[in-house]
């Protein structure tokens, strides 16, 4: 346990101000150069899980905790605040006050939302996007979260929402997290050290032993409030932007035909047959992906 330790005492962290609390991140690669990407992970999760895919890259990455995850240290008192805009808002926001120059900007799930939203907010200072699985929602489902009785019965019948307000909460060690969590669930196909990753800053110490950093309620509001309009925003993404999307939430070729219309420098590669963890579990695709658009 204590090489454990002595390894993630290593990792160069920062936590930056920002207009109402801190943002946390992990830096990988030379952190002496300039910042040439920024990563946001995905609903739940936290930077520190993507590092075995980050790490190799061999330029600056940064991975950052998004509100009410990890070790950031932002407002969750009001659940309105878990909409995938807002959580644009704040990356927008970071790079702003903290970002010198235009960045590369990646994502998985919430992480990818919150960097196409971002791009379009602050345009000046994202020069490509690369999107892991980005949630694109049909429109009736967006309807349904428009409102309050809609997203209250998502809340009681999407199943990752159910299943995120049931989660255990507190544990004893680090080490019972993980006994529980390995290969179970979501889990199931995490190699051992991405869930040991997600799990050292999923879980923040406690007087019990140790809680998750990301509420359960949380949590499942980040899934029910995300009533954006995706297609467009992923159309007028940046000149070189990728995006890899599977059948998470069921897609069709129609959208993606007209997108790639619009816009032919965007890549969109269709994955049908994959996991929505796949950047993890498959680090073969993910990683050749980041490499990609880095030698853009």
Not at 36 to 63: C, D, Q, S, W
Not at 96 to 104: E, F, N, S
Not at 285 to 294: H, K, V, W, Y
Request: proline residues 6%.
């Amino acid at each position: 346990m204590s090489t454990v330790q002595n390894h993630y005492a290593k990792l160069h962290r920062s936590t930056a101000p920002m207009l109402d609390g801190t943002m946390a991140g992990v830096h990988f690669g030379p952190v002496d150069e300039p910042v040439k990407m920024v990563f946001l992970h995905a609903n739940g999760f936290n930077g520190l899980t993507y590092r075995r895919i980050l790490e190799p890259l061999g330029v600056h990455v940064l991975a950052l905790d998004l509100r009410g995850h990890g070790r950031t240290q932002l407002p969750t008192n009001d659940l309105q605040l878990t909409s995938h805009i807002n959580y644009a808002k704040d990356l927008a926001a970071y790079l702003r006050a903290h970002i010198d120059g235009p960045v590369i900007l990646a994502g998985h799930s919430l992480g990818a939302n919150a960097s196409i939203l971002a791009a379009h907010i602050v345009p000046d200072q994202v020069v490509r996007v690369l999107a892991f699985d980005p949630i694109v929602l049909p429109f009736h489902v967006r309807l349904l979260m428009m409102g309050k009785f809609g997203r209250e019965a998502l809340l009681r019948n999407y199943p990752f929402a159910k299943s995120a307000g049931r989660r255990r909460d507190v544990f004893a060690t680090r080490e019972d997290v993980f006994k529980r969590y390995h290969g179970r669930g979501p889990f199931k196909h995490f190699p051992g050290d991405v869930l040991k990753d997600y799990i050292h800053d999923g879980f923040l110490d406690c007087k019990e032993g140790v809680k998750l950093a990301c509420r359960p309620e949380w949590e499942q509001y980040s899934y029910v409030h995300q009533a954006q309009k995706m297609k467009g925003r992923i159309a007028n993404l940046p000149e070189g932007s990728h995006v890899l999307i599977t059948d998470f939430v069921k897609q069709t070729e129609g959208w993606m035909s007209k997108v790639r219309r619009k816009n032919p420098s965007l890549r969109i590669d269709y994955l049908p047959k994959q996991d929505h963890f796949f950047p993890v579990t498959e680090q073969k695709i993910s990683g050749a992906a980041l490499r990609g658009i880095l030698r853009l």
